[in-house]
């Protein structure tokens, strides 16, 4: 399957500002099932874009621009490549506790197993796991699907009620929120049972399916370490499995490993940010910018270093 995407993001300033710096993580990762055919960068005003590959594998695009603005724009174009993943079974047998204990034996595997900025245990989320009797039992693949589904059943879909560092307390507080929130918890809760969880930032074709999540926003989900079959994809905001739909863009301990973009600028300005994103099969007609339904957040502007030297605000995985 063939998939073309469009990410637009808009950053508007109440004033004008000055020495913008941005990191972009937005072009969709080459591994497994899925091959970046083609990505297409540009930002308004121009820019010399470069990049790197991170740590971790990710593409981290970066630019600057030194001239006075009152207003960014981002877009970023890709078309993607995705093969159906490899079949899974229903479970796994008993002794996969055994050799996921031998694998984490090595450092390979130690960020994703140890608390992270967003997903790490709390006191709120041991009353979830005796709440709901969360435990080594049966087989790591069975437990999994059984966090999934108990997030998806839990937990209501409800935009705009978490923000982009809401910590997993609120959402558990108030069994609510949104993909971030919901691939947070899950990955606490599989860390907890010694299962190497790590978060991916990405996006969902929707098509005719009936998901939760927003089809015109970017997306996120847990993968979790099996022995003999690596990183597998759970979407508990969806309660699925990743498949031909997920197109992944980066993968990190968390969200603050991922965001699509991170970047400063001068100037005492508030920031509006308008988001939209695009997902189509490549025989539909080219997206239009018009086709895109923006969504807008509206910040005080973050304080850094002095009152000149603002953060630049993220965009929360929907």
Same mark, same amino acid.
């Given at each position: 399957?063939?998939?073309?995407?469009?990410?637009?993001?808009?950053?508007?300033?109440?004033?004008?500002?000055?020495?913008?710096?941005?990191?972009?993580?937005?072009?969709?990762?080459?591994?497994?099932?899925?091959?970046?055919?083609?990505?297409?960068?540009?930002?308004?005003?121009?820019?010399?874009?470069?990049?790197?590959?991170?740590?971790?594998?990710?593409?981290?695009?970066?630019?600057?621009?030194?001239?006075?603005?009152?207003?960014?724009?981002?877009?970023?174009?890709?078309?993607?490549?995705?093969?159906?993943?490899?079949?899974?079974?229903?479970?796994?047998?008993?002794?996969?506790?055994?050799?996921?204990?031998?694998?984490?034996?090595?450092?390979?595997?130690?960020?994703?197993?140890?608390?992270?900025?967003?997903?790490?245990?709390?006191?709120?989320?041991?009353?979830?796991?005796?709440?709901?009797?969360?435990?080594?039992?049966?087989?790591?693949?069975?437990?999994?699907?059984?966090?999934?589904?108990?997030?998806?059943?839990?937990?209501?879909?409800?935009?705009?009620?978490?923000?982009?560092?809401?910590?997993?307390?609120?959402?558990?507080?108030? $069994?609510?929120? &949104?993909?971030? /929130?919901? *691939?947070? #918890?899950?990955?606490?809760? !599989?860390?907890?049972? @010694?299962?190497?969880?790590?978060?991916?930032?990405?996006?969902?074709?929707?098509?005719?399916?009936?998901?939760?999540?927003?089809?015109?926003?970017?997306?996120?989900?847990?993968?979790?370490?099996?022995?003999?079959?690596?990183?597998?994809?759970?979407?508990?905001?969806?309660?699925?499995?990743?498949?031909?739909?997920?197109? $992944?863009?980066? &993968?990190?301990? /968390?969200? *603050?490993? #991922?965001?699509?973009?991170? !970047?400063?600028?001068? @100037?005492?300005?508030?920031?509006?940010?308008?988001?939209?994103?695009?997902?189509?099969?490549?025989?539909?007609?080219?997206?239009?910018?018009?086709?895109?339904?923006?969504?807008?957040?509206?910040?005080?502007?973050?304080?850094?270093?002095?009152?000149?030297?603002?953060?630049?605000?993220?965009?929360?995985?929907?």
């Amino acid at each position: 399957m063939f998939y073309s995407i469009r990410h637009i993001t808009r950053f508007s300033y109440s004033s004008p500002v000055s020495e913008s710096a941005m990191e972009v993580r937005m072009q969709p990762r080459s591994e497994a099932n899925q091959k970046c055919i083609r990505f297409d960068l540009a930002t308004q005003p121009r820019s010399k874009i470069q990049g790197y590959r991170d740590h971790i594998g990710n593409i981290v695009h970066h630019f600057s621009i030194p001239g006075r603005h009152q207003q960014l724009k981002i877009n970023a174009e890709a078309t993607v490549e995705v093969t159906p993943a490899l079949a899974l079974p229903q479970t796994l047998p008993t002794q996969a506790w055994h050799d996921l204990e031998s694998l984490c034996a090595s450092d390979e595997y130690w960020d994703y197993l140890v608390p992270s900025r967003y997903a790490h245990s709390s006191e709120l989320l041991d009353v979830f796991k005796k709440e709901w009797n969360i435990e080594r039992r049966d087989d790591p693949l069975t437990l999994l699907h059984e966090i999934s589904t108990l997030i998806y059943e839990e937990f209501d879909y409800a935009p705009q009620t978490t923000s982009v560092d809401s910590t997993i307390d609120h959402a558990l507080e108030e $069994r609510r929120g &949104v993909c971030q /929130d919901f *691939a947070h #918890v899950m990955i606490a809760l !599989g860390r907890d049972l @010694g299962i190497p969880c790590r978060y991916v930032s990405g996006y969902l074709y929707h098509g005719g399916a009936r998901d939760r999540s927003a089809a015109d926003a970017t997306h996120a989900w847990a993968e979790a370490y099996l022995p003999d079959f690596g990183w597998i994809g759970f979407d508990p905001t969806n309660n699925i499995m990743t498949g031909e739909r997920h197109l $992944r863009t980066a &993968v990190g301990r /968390d969200y *603050a490993d #991922v965001p699509p973009t991170k !970047g400063i600028y001068k @100037g005492k300005a508030n920031t509006e940010l308008s988001v939209g994103v695009q997902v189509s099969p490549t025989e539909a007609p080219p997206p239009g910018e018009e086709m895109i339904q923006m969504h807008t957040w509206i910040s005080e502007p973050t304080q850094i270093e002095d009152d000149l030297q603002q953060q630049q605000q993220q965009q929360q995985q929907q």
